[in-house]
């Protein structure tokens, strides 16, 4: 039997060159088989010129068969090149089924391809780059070939060189080399750089065969661990790096939540904890070497195959079939689906199901409740997909079959028949995600109720995104540039998109919270993925979004989607390496590095003394969003967070959403991130002379609560409606005495002026303090036309009071001043007409006509009945308080003047005589009496009302000191005029006595009446 063995033969070249060089040869021997040990030691070759045979090596051994073909088996330490076995039938590394007449031989397993690129300098060899049948292309070609070749011949085992093209670029040569022996990076360095300094130039170079690569031959199942290892006989200069070339780009492989890269001295391992359709493709190892102008690439690449999970959508047709009678008998169509895949699968159906190739599955189903589930009752269907590896994947449903006797939907446009008590589903259209309706039961019959629509449907861009977002950190290329890729795509969704509804919110903020937990432990350093992510975090806050944020759903014992976005989106921002702030439309950031601080985002001033590394952050809009379960405030600026190194104290001047009303209190928060709700603790608000302003004792995102109701004055309403009541009781007791002491005091016209003024002052103080009273219980309850009655009878009545007072003291200053001259009733009439009911009136009506008519919120509040208060010389308030602090002045103005005239009095008369102590003790009651007979009269005690607008109740006690002062002193108010007008008045007491003689028996009059009279005298 004859054998072919193939040799190749390593001779020495000594002619012309400094060093040996090296140039193999091939031969193909026939001989017998059983003559092969016989002559192996003994083979010699004679070859022409200047050359030596150093080595014969056998390489290959052939057998020929009968069909014309030969079976080739390689020699220990020699394998079959990748050409051949492509080229081959039933090729593996050592044996190969070859046609007959083929001259293909192994090779050394250590031998190395080299390709590389050589950019020449100068014009030398620009004729290379001629046409390739011109002569001088020819002799530019051969010479820059032996030039090649004379250095690289002395690699030991040397065995070709081809330059393959020319290019132009200076000129740039493309060559490939084989070489069939062991060679080192440093030889190939010394050759290589030897030639750039005679032929001036760089060169890359890249090697296969110095490298390889051991990796799975069979196909890897799924979620399976597999480890590819990378080794190198000799020690390289360089850690390799890792590729994975896929149809969809080349990847560098890192160390991430599924990949592990460990480099150790001439191996390096990538272990993938669980492989998936994400991890097949071309395994690239890389070990780059430079020097000077010459770099080596030293390439080892393989495939590796893996076995993949199919992704099943199950379904069926009708989804809930509907039974008229228990006899019906039908076939459901049940249909599992799978993305298109490279992946062959054999499927199988649960017994029972009628299978039709490429069609789905068909289920029989009757109507007949009850009984096994494979013929009656609602049926369980499955379908099991089995991979390559023999892995077994299913999905299975319960078809819910709607009986006879249960309720049910009756299928409405494209929503089918649905069961009560389930939810219909249908895919979006054009958009990831579905569409679910819920079937409720009804009240009566079969019917059922649909409810609302609720729609799931993403954007299939931006669940793109989310999906990259998701496998970031997995070791497929780094971190920081994969979230630089998320961040960019995520940006040109946000761009091109509007983003309506809450499924492409939730989504948006998942990305954004994905992001942040995958980059928790790095710094963002990549600029355009800093400003791309605060575009896109700006743009979900735009106001177009209300609505699509407003309708999150989730309980307060997990994350709201707010409360998520503003976390993740602080969390990047405090570990992006920043350099500059960003103004945004609804987001801005600003940056400190200086010892003190104050920043300014969207008008809200932040001090931080001491701080380092200050970043703020301000939202609009998101103050709306995050969950406030405080029914008794409300948040009333916008967010703003703030972080710092080496800093614990933090100063914020928010500029609030609405100015805040009067006695409502502000409570500075920060948002709890562990009970996921605002907390005050350790931030204080510096109260109304700085209303805005906040310090905290830590850094957070902070906000101001505006509460919905007032502080309330514990107990005042019952001071307030005790006091009223005596009072409406002593002004009704008043101008009843009045009345019947009318004729015996009113002689002169200073008494008629005088008592006159009094009546009117009662009578329009009773009628305010009875509307008062109506409308002040519960203002809620009374219609809206009542309470806009009672504040206007209050607004007029309150003032033409206090323009009868003024009309009162006009009158005493007049006397005290001007002793002699005397004022006509008639005239003192019109005058305290006028000045009493018509100016009031006039006040009145033009607040009232200038108001809307009087329209709630702008001239009356609601819920007091009372004139709107809007702050300082704001609202119709100021049309009440600006006349009557005149009039007060005024009216202390005129106590002022008589009470200096009865010491200048007292003054003259102690001149001119000497005066007993007992006169001078009755000249000091005189005063004060005058004082205490003129304040309740005059409405001096209103003067506490201005306190009350200085002093709001959230200033401390004082404010609730003023409060209770001014409703005691002018609750009373009627009281105090009782007893000063009536009781302290001689001539109207005298009067009083004299009419209750008169009225009463003559029997009846005692002996205590007569001393109760001498005592009032007295």
Not at 269 to 287: A, D, M, N
Not at 526 to 545: G, P, Q, R, T, V
Request: aromatic fraction near 10%.
């Amino acid at each position: 039997m004859w054998v072919f063995i193939f040799l190749y033969i390593l001779s020495l070249n000594c002619q012309n060159v400094s060093e040996n060089s090296t140039q193999m040869y091939y031969a193909k021997l026939k001989i017998d088989r059983s003559a092969i040990q016989n002559i192996s030691s003994k083979l010699n070759f004679n070859v022409k010129g200047n050359l030596s045979i150093e080595d014969v090596t056998m390489t290959t051994k052939c057998k020929e068969n009968n069909n014309g073909n030969k079976t080739c088996k390689c020699k220990e330490g020699h394998k079959w090149s990748d050409e051949v076995r492509l080229t081959g039938v039933d090729c593996d590394e050592k044996n190969c089924t070859l046609k007959a007449d083929s001259n293909s031989m192994c090779t050394l397993s250590s031998a190395v391809d080299i390709t590389g690129r050589f950019t020449l300098e100068g014009a030398e060899f620009e004729s290379c780059l001629t046409d390739k049948n011109s002569g001088t292309y020819k002799v530019c070609h051969n010479g820059l070939l032996n030039k090649m070749k004379i250095e690289y011949s002395k690699i030991r085992g040397f065995d070709s060189l081809a330059i393959t093209q020319f290019s132009v670029g200076s000129v740039i040569v493309d060559f490939t080399m084989k070489i069939v022996s062991d060679v080192s990076s440093g030889e190939l360095f010394n050759k290589s750089t030897a030639l750039t300094k005679t032929l001036t130039g760089k060169m890359t170079l890249e090697t296969k065969g110095i490298v390889t690569l051991d990796i799975s031959k069979t196909s890897v199942p799924y979620d399976n661990k597999t480890v590819v290892i990378c080794k190198t006989e000799r020690q390289l200069e360089a850690k390799p790096n890792w590729n994975l070339q896929r149809k969809d780009g080349e990847f560098l492989i890192t160390n991430g939540s599924i990949s592990t890269v460990e480099d150790e001295e001439k191996i390096s391992t990538v272990t993938i904890k669980h492989v998936s359709e994400l991890w097949q493709g071309e395994y690239i190892c890389l070990f780059v070497e430079q020097e000077d102008q010459i770099t080596i690439n030293h390439k080892a690449n393989a495939t590796m195959d893996i076995c993949l999970k199919p992704k099943i959508d199950i379904s069926a047709d009708p989804a809930f079939p509907l039974c008229k009678t228990e006899s019906t008998v039908f076939v459901v169509k049940v249909k599992c689906e799978i993305k298109n895949t490279t992946e062959t699968y054999s499927v199988s159906w649960q017994e029972g199901a009628i299978e039709k190739p490429m069609t789905p599955a068909d289920k029989v189903v009757n109507c007949k409740s009850g009984g096994d589930s494979s013929s009656t009752g609602s049926p369980l269907v499955y379908c099991n997909f089995t991979n390559e590896c023999n892995q077994t994947y299913g999905a299975s449903m319960k078809v819910e079959v709607i009986y006879p006797d249960e309720k049910y939907c009756s299928a409405e446009g494209e929503w089918a028949n649905t069961k009560a008590g389930f939810t219909a589903e249908i895919k979006c259209k054009d958009k990831a995600g579905t569409r679910k309706r819920k079937c409720s039961s009804g009240e009566t019959g079969r019917e059922g109720i649909w409810g609302d629509e609720v729609s799931e449907c993403v954007e299939k861009d931006l669940a793109s995104v989310l999906e990259t977002a998701a496998i970031s950190d997995i070791g497929l290329g780094k971190l920081e540039s994969n979230a630089a890729i998320v961040f960019e795509r995520f940006v040109k969704v946000t761009k091109t998109l509007k983003l309506p509804g809450y499924a492409n919110i939730n989504t948006s903020v998942t990305v954004f919270t994905t992001m942040n937990e995958k980059l928790n432990l790095t710094t963002i350093t990549n600029d355009s993925a800093i400003e791309n992510y605060l575009y896109s975090s700006s743009h979900l806050l735009n106001k177009s979004l209300e609505d699509s944020w407003t309708k999150d759903t989730t309980d307060n014992s997990s994350l709201s989607m707010a409360e998520r976005f503003m976390i993740s989106v602080e969390n990047l921002i405090k570990i992006s390496n920043l350099t500059v702030g960003t103004r945004r439309e609804n987001l801005q950031v600003d940056l400190c590095n200086i010892s003190s601080c104050n920043i300014n985002v969207f008008n809200v001033t932040i001090s931080v003394p001491g701080g380092v590394n200050v970043k703020t952050t301000a939202f609009k809009q998101l103050d709306k969003y995050l969950p406030h379960l405080d029914n008794k405030s409300e948040v009333n600026s916008i967010i703003v967070s703030a972080t710092a190194e080496n800093a614990n104290d933090i100063s914020i001047n928010f500029q609030m959403i609405k100015p805040r009303p009067r006695n409502f209190q502000l409570k500075c928060v920060y948002w709890d991130t562990k009970n996921h709700k605002f907390s005050s603790e350790g931030c204080d608000w510096k109260g109304p002379s700085e209303e805005g302003r906040c310090d905290c004792k830590h850094f957070s995102s902070f906000a101001l609560l505006l509460s919905k109701e007032p502080l309330e004055v514990p107990g005042l309403t019952y001071v307030t409606y005790v006091a009223l009541s005596v009072s409406v009781l002593s002004l009704v007791v008043t101008l009843v005495i009045e009345l019947i002491v009318w004729s015996d005091v009113v002689k002169t016209s200073t008494l008629y002026l005088r008592h006159t003024a009094h009546v009117n002052i009662c009578l329009c103080l009773l009628i305010g303090n009875l509307c008062f009273l109506a409308s002040s219980s519960n203002p809620e309850s009374i219609s809206d036309l009542w309470c806009r009655t009672s504040a206007v009878l209050k607004h007029f009545c309150y003032l033409a009071m206090f323009f009868w007072t003024f009309c009162l003291s006009a009158t005493l200053l007049h006397q005290a001043v001007f002793l002699f001259h005397k004022v006509s009733r008639a005239n003192y009439l019109r005058f305290s007409l006028v000045v009493g009911y018509a100016i009031p009136l006039i006040i009145v009506f033009v607040t009232f006509l200038t108001c809307n008519g009087g329209a709630e919120g702008v001239y009356y509040f609601r819920k007091t009945c009372w004139l709107v208060y809007g702050g300082l010389f704001k609202g119709t308030f100021y049309t009440f308080i600006i006349p009557v602090g005149a009039i007060v002045f005024i009216n202390v103005f005129s106590m002022l003047v008589v009470i200096m005239k009865l010491v200048s009095h007292h003054s003259e008369i102690h001149q001119k005589t000497d005066i007993s102590p007992e006169k001078e003790k009755a000249a000091a009651k005189t005063v004060v009496r005058s004082i205490i007979l003129l304040t309740p009269i005059f409405g001096v005690t209103w003067i506490f009302g201005f306190a009350i607008l200085i002093f709001d109740l959230t200033s401390g006690p004082a404010a609730y000191a003023f409060e209770y002062i001014f409703t005691i002193l002018n609750g009373f108010q009627g009281f105090f005029i009782l007893l000063t007008t009536c009781f302290g008045d001689r001539m109207t007491r005298e009067a009083l006595l004299r009419y209750i003689k008169k009225k009463a028996p003559a029997s009846s009059v005692s002996e205590s009446t007569s001393k109760s009279e001498v005592t009032w005298k007295k």
